[in-house]
């Protein structure tokens, strides 16, 4: 069998159903929309098709026959094989207690978005707004359906997951609007220098730390020394890595690995 390496989300998903049944893929992507796996993953009928032919080529499913119904084109069915089933549960163990660094979309648009006005900022924060009350509402709809047809709850864990960040984003973007329009946080026209000005100027050591260069104050009266404002990057990223305003600095997960979704 060839080596394995890292799967992806479809190709798990792919596996998730053959535990229940052998399908063909046609099946396997009609069963996905239906229950809205398109939530958790990527799901493009191409994909699919590419992915249960990398599956087979891995050795982690197999066919087991090739069907016609009237005119329609064959269909092969594929089951999952042993090996497919060890490779599954060991992948998705090490998703659940391995955290990963993601990019999500919103934390990088907040941590640019002192460029745009006042007016922008609050429209565009609106629409987002609008958006999560939406899907805060469909998720919470889909719970209380699955818990009226009495499915048990480890198996729509991932319904219950979306809906808690999806309500956790709802409420702080609505408390983000209420600070800006109310003027508790103050929206000033963009000055990218006050940002440099705080947090001062990197040079990088040999040893690939980047350091604060510290920023040198005019002598007070009756002071004669030079000292240096206090203010240098390891206050405000304890990690040694860029402070805040960076998009790209290392935050309380750099410790973690990195993956591709």
Do not use: C
């Not at 032919?53 to 092969?76: K, M, N, Q, S, Y």
């Not at 007070?220 to 020394?225: I, Q, R």
């Amino acid at each position: 069998m060839v080596a394995v390496g890292q799967l992806t989300p479809l190709s798990l998903a792919v596996l998730e159903l053959l535990h229940e049944r052998p399908m063909h893929p046609y099946e396997m992507h009609q069963t996905m929309r239906v229950r809205h796996t398109d939530r958790v993953v990527n799901l493009k009928a191409g994909s699919l098709y590419h992915s249960v032919e990398r599956l087979e080529r891995l050795g982690l499913v197999e066919i087991t026959e090739t069907v016609r119904a009237g005119r329609r084109p064959e269909r092969t069915v594929y089951a999952v094989t042993d090996a497919g089933r060890e490779a599954f549960a060991a992948q998705v163990a090490d998703r659940l207690g391995t955290p990963t660094k993601e990019f999500p979309g919103y934390p990088l648009a907040l941590s640019l978005a002192h460029a745009l006005d006042r007016r922008t900022a609050l429209v565009e924060l609106t629409r987002r707004q609008q958006e999560l009350e939406h899907t805060v509402d469909f998720y919470r709809l889909a719970t209380e359906r699955l818990r009226d047809m009495g499915l048990e709850e480890r198996f729509w864990l991932d319904v219950k997951y979306l809906l808690t960040m999806r309500e956790a984003e709802l409420a702080w973007t609505a408390n983000l609007i209420a600070e800006i329009e109310s003027g508790r946080l103050d929206w000033k026209p963009d000055k990218r220098s006050e940002l440099s000005e705080v947090i001062g100027p990197f040079d990088t050591p040999t040893s690939g730390r980047r350091t604060a260069k510290p920023t040198a104050t005019k002598p007070t009266a009756g002071n004669g020394d030079t000292s240096t404002n206090g203010t240098t990057n390891d206050r405000l990223a304890p990690d040694g890595g860029p402070g805040a305003g960076s998009s790209n600095g290392a935050g309380p997960d750099h410790h973690t690995k990195e993956t591709s979704g």
